[in-house]
């Protein structure tokens, strides 16, 4: 499978507390993307990273790809109950296309 | 733009029965990704387009399931006949260029 697996499965930290998920993957991507979801609703994209790239930020959010090692981090610092959602990592590889291939995800909830 | 919209959002169907899931994507956009999602396998990607052609269906998972992309604003996914075993929440997502993916907001499918 080419598909990108996060580590934790779950997280629980307290409000104000740093986040930090994990991602690694098997194969050569052009970019590596997280996603948000909150419970019932679709995901929504929060940052990309190309392969070429090794540190991006965004707000609270900072992403490193490591591309040696096959692995992905997303920190969310600073964290609020607002973040609470599972987190999602997707890589996206040429075969014919663009294709697109999400983890199992991460489990984050932030406790007040 | 109103989005990707997908209808219908609930459907209850009884086994046995042809299910028929729409998709409109982000007017432009050249990708157009259908996703399944369970607790148990997380989000499996299906199928995705790519200028209305079928790229890779590997993600099907049985000939009782079909999509079409007739044209750039529409897609449909199929599934004759259903089974309990289908039900989940399918989303679609489409993106510009293969990047980020913007997603619907699902159809949650019961087979009884």
């Known amino acids: 499978s080419q598909q990108g697996e996060e580590d934790p499965q779950a997280l629980s930290i307290q409000e104000g507390e740093n986040a930090t998920m994990n991602c690694s993957y098997k194969t050569s991507i052009n970019n590596l993307q997280w996603y948000r979801q909150n419970s019932g609703r679709g995901l929504v994209h929060l940052i990309l990273i190309r392969s070429n790239e090794r540190e991006k930020h965004s707000g609270r959010l900072r992403v490193t790809l490591d591309t040696s090692k096959k692995s992905s981090s997303l920190l969310i610092t600073a964290s609020r109950a607002a973040d609470t959602a599972s987190y999602f990592c997707?890589?996206?590889?040429?075969?014919?296309?663009?294709?697109?291939?999400f983890g199992q995800g991460t489990r984050l909830t932030i406790n007040p | 733009d109103a989005g990707v919209i997908q209808s219908p959002r609930h459907e209850v169907t009884e086994m046995g029965q042809e299910v028929t899931l729409r998709c409109k994507p982000i007017?432009?956009?050249?990708?157009l990704f259908w996703y399944r999602q369970t607790m148990m396998r997380g989000l499996e990607l299906l199928i995705y387009?790519?200028?209305?052609?079928?790229?890779?269906d590997s993600g099907m998972p049985e000939d009782r399931f079909s999509a079409k992309m007739p044209n750039a604003s529409f897609s449909t996914l199929k599934i004759q006949p259903s089974e309990p075993r289908d039900s989940a929440v399918y989303f679609c997502?489409?993106?510009?260029?293969?990047?980020?993916?913007?997603f619907g907001q699902g159809t949650r499918l019961t087979v009884v």
């Open positions: 387009f790519n200028n209305n052609v079928p790229i890779d």
């Open positions: 007017s432009g956009h050249d990708y």
């Open positions: 997502a489409s993106s510009l260029g293969g990047e980020s993916a913007f």
């Open positions: 997707a890589t996206s590889f040429v075969q014919g296309a663009q294709k697109l291939v």
